[in-house]
């Protein structure tokens, strides 16, 4: 009992702010969630967490901080590989269900100041596609370092990752030039890799079912999964799977995965669904619009390394183009994308107990036309616009 | 009896039914060729649920009826290599008979429309060729659920395997250090015969030195037991003959019959023989407009009536193609041109793909109780100047293509 309270207690001493009074922020919006929205609004902050939000939030001795503008919970990036890059994994073992992403995981680098820059405040790591099982993923704060769980979701591949039909790399093999000239490479083959979509599937199911192995963990939501796919076929293959074992988690789809928004809502999995930008995002609306009216909790992935940050809130945008009523597409980057993750308890809203990540816009957070005045993270400012030299 | 009860009960449902089901209807025909050889006129086909609940000669078609010149049953390829890419097998293991191609299909490929649109409504689909033996073949009707477990019907079970050359091309000899599959793999039609009899026999023996046992073993003794079709791809004569003799080895060591289908048996017309003595039925590929098929055998627009003179069981394939001048249809049509009659060209297309595949009391014919599946034809089917105006897959119509070029 005493060691529990000495627990509880540790966060505020290691702040140094056991006596934190908190803050209470009054902006002219707080968008809580989804449509919800209090104009003027208050948020009590203490110990980086939030305490109440309302209308007028009894604050005590917590002095009052007066922002101009609308403030959001901190905004979360679904599937970014390139923050853990090729240290994300190894290629050489097929079967790596122990591994952790958070070994290799650098928390000073500076693609993470760009996404919390642009609001995000919240980024789920996945390691590169080049396993059947790539082990344990990571969800990161992207100021601060703080990791949410201390084992992320496990990652099963059901796309090209899921098997190895690269050429042989052996200078001079002969491959003949024909489209089926192309096979596993020999190097890797004896560590476990097969060559097609059945083989692989068949080398699941062992694992899963194996006593031996910390795949079994995935059956009946012992351990959340992270389902990577890209063609319907495979999101279909992957759906099938999680339906089988009883799986939790979140499925990793490509921009055409609205066609199975009924099959997902009956698995309960929640949707991290591949970005869609300017180009061509037809499919992209029209998936995302197809799985908010199957109530489907979703949200997108960001692969920062290629893609500038702000990419996130284009998709919520172009949602809203293509007919996505604004609390849903707000949602797409908050709490619906947190509840797509198993994240809903800690961030992902602006609510009591909730972490205190958030954002200081110019204008409403889903317009593109807004800007990032200010980004909180666990409480803490960590960045501000008009410090960068931005102006008001 | 049964089915007299539940035709009463159909007709008792129909007038709901009809107005709500996207699998229920009726289609109107100047001609129903029923592939069993009867051609009858001025037909009315009703379906309820999916099922064929009528069929009304002498009838006029009402005005919403849709109409055409000719309706038949609708095509089974037996040879449909839809979605047929190296994925699709697993090839860190020659001899790979356990799992099924089913694994590997891509059920939102356009290819499956398109094929049903050209009248072709159930494939079954094989592992493609680059393994000896690629693994279990896949049943489905070329519209319907995308869930595959649902699509799959359940029919016979196939083994697929490669004779020839396919199997062992792009194969590198084992000199210096051993690196690759590649020169694990057999590379001369040898090599792959020996991996076939190797199996077999290691199978065969495994029951009584269990050391022998390996994964896939149980389906070559259900092969050998007949169970199981064993579906070799074998294009030229030499290769038809190591099938057929592989066959016939089998139960002259006493291990089993083995019911045996070969596809793309290009050349069966240079020893007809040998398959009228093994009772083996073939799959012939589409025919070429050049005399080649298939690693370099020749096959001419005669094979199809040869072997009808012949008595020997086939079917005709069009691999699947749906490029206008290649499709199942136009296959029927060249093997007509080659002397063919109509209704066995017609049965080689529906009736006799359906036994194949065992599921005879659902497919292949026009009749009460069987599936609604249907094609319905602006002239005789399988002329070249007739299109196919509308598919029904299960009682669903297949939406229409355009009849206007682009």
Request: aromatic letters at 8%.
């Amino acid at each position: 009992m005493l060691l529990e309270l000495l627990l509880s207690l540790a966060p505020a001493i290691a702040s140094g702010a056991a006596a934190d009074t908190g803050v209470v922020y009054q902006a002219d919006h707080v968008h809580v969630a989804g449509n919800k929205v209090f104009s003027p609004g208050q948020v009590l902050v203490r110990d980086g967490r939030i305490v109440a939000v309302g209308e007028k939030v009894d604050g005590g001795q917590a002095p009052q901080v007066e922002l101009h503008g609308h403030l959001s919970s901190g905004l979360i990036a679904l599937g970014e590989t390139s923050l853990l890059g090729e240290e994300g994994t190894d290629t050489t073992r097929f079967l790596m269900p122990e591994v952790e992403a958070r070994m290799t995981f650098d928390p000073s680098q500076p693609a993470l100041a760009r996404l919390a820059a642009e609001g995000i405040t919240t980024v789920v790591l996945t390691p590169p596609s080049y396993n059947l099982l790539a082990g344990r993923g990571l969800i990161a704060k992207t100021a601060g370092g703080r990791i949410l769980a201390a084992s992320g979701p496990m990652h099963v591949a059901f796309d090209s990752g899921m098997f190895n039909d690269r050429p042989d790399p052996t200078p001079g093999a002969d491959f003949g030039g024909g489209f089926f000239f192309f096979g596993p490479n020999g190097a890797v083959n004896p560590n476990g890799y097969r060559s097609s979509y059945p083989g692989a599937a068949d080398l699941l199911e062992k694992a899963v079912e194996s006593k031996d192995s910390a795949a079994a963990g995935l059956k009946d939501g012992a351990v959340r999964a992270w389902l990577r796919s890209d063609s319907r076929a495979e999101s279909s293959r992957a759906l099938a799977f999680a339906q089988r074992h009883k799986v939790k988690g979140t499925l990793e789809a490509g921009p055409r995965i609205g066609d199975l928004a009924p099959q997902i809502k009956e698995s309960g999995l929640g949707i991290a669904m591949t970005l869609f930008g300017e180009r061509n995002p037809h499919f992209g609306v029209q998936s995302a619009l197809a799985l908010a009216k199957a109530g489907v909790n979703f949200g997108f992935c960001l692969d920062a390394g290629a893609q500038h940050p702000v990419r996130l809130r284009l998709a919520a945008a172009l949602c809203r183009r293509g007919g996505m009523e604004e609390g849903q597409a707000f949602d797409t980057l908050t709490a619906g994308a947190a509840r797509a993750a198993g994240l809903e308890k800690q961030v992902g809203s602006i609510a009591a107990g909730l972490d205190a990540d958030l954002v200081l816009w110019s204008g409403a957070p889903t317009e593109l036309t807004s800007r990032v005045l200010q980004v909180w993270v666990d409480g803490k400012s960590v960045h501000q616009a008009a410090a960068q030299g931005a102006k008001e | 009896m049964k089915r007299l009860i539940s035709v009463a009960l159909f007709a008792l449902a129909l007038p709901t039914a009809w107005a709500q089901d996207a699998d229920s209807g009726s289609v109107f025909a100047d001609v129903l060729y029923t592939s069993k050889g009867h051609a009858l006129k001025n037909v009315m086909v009703t379906f309820v649920d999916g099922k064929i609940t009528a069929i009304t000669p002498g009838a006029t078609a009402g005005e919403d009826t849709p109409r055409g010149a000719a309706l038949t049953a609708g095509m089974i390829d037996l040879s449909a290599r839809v979605t047929y890419s190296s994925t699709a097998v697993e090839q860190t293991n020659e001899v790979e008979a356990s799992l099924s191609v089913a694994g590997a299909l891509d059920l939102f490929d356009p290819e499956w429309l398109r094929m049903a649109r050209t009248g072709t409504t159930t494939v079954l689909t094989t592992p493609p060729d680059r393994n000896v033996v690629g693994g279990l073949c896949a049943i489905v009707k070329t519209q319907g659920s995308t869930d595959i477990a649902k699509r799959q019907l359940k029919g016979r079970t196939f083994l697929r395997g490669a004779m020839g050359d396919a199997p062992s091309s792009g194969n590198r000899p084992a000199w210096g250090s051993p690196n690759s599959i590649y020169n694990r793999r057999p590379t001369t039609r040898m090599g792959v015969e020996w991996e076939w009899r190797k199996a077999f026999f290691d199978a065969a023996a495994a029951k009584d030195y269990p050391e022998l046992e390996f994964p896939g073993a149980d389906v070559f003794r259900a092969v050998l037991s007949g169970n199981v079709t064993l579906y070799v791809q074998a294009f030229t004569a030499i290769d038809m003959r190591t099938a057929v003799f592989l066959k016939e080895e089998m139960k002259a060591e006493g291990f089993g019959d083995i019911q045996m289908w070969l596809d793309g048996t290009a050349e069966a017309w240079k020893d007809p023989q040998l398959l009228q003595r093994s009772g083996t039925g073939v799959v012939l590929p589409p025919f070429p407009s050049n005399g080649y098929s298939g690693e370099g055998s020749f096959f001419a627009w005669f094979v199809a009536k040869d072997l009808d003179q012949r008595g020997i069981p086939f079917a005709l394939s069009a691999h699947g193609e749906t490029q206008a001048g290649r499709t199942l249809a136009d296959q029927a049509g060249r093997a007509m041109r080659g002397g063919l009659e109509f209704e066995k060209a017609l049965a080689a297309v529906t009736l006799i793909p359906a036994r194949v595949l065992g599921l005879e009391d659902r497919l292949g014919s026009v009749e009460v109780g069987k599936d609604a599946d249907l094609v319905l034809w602006s002239g005789p089917p399988f002329e070249l100047t007739s299109r196919v105006l509308a598919v029904w897959v299960s009682g669903e119509t297949v939406p229409a293509a355009s009849t206007t070029p682009r």
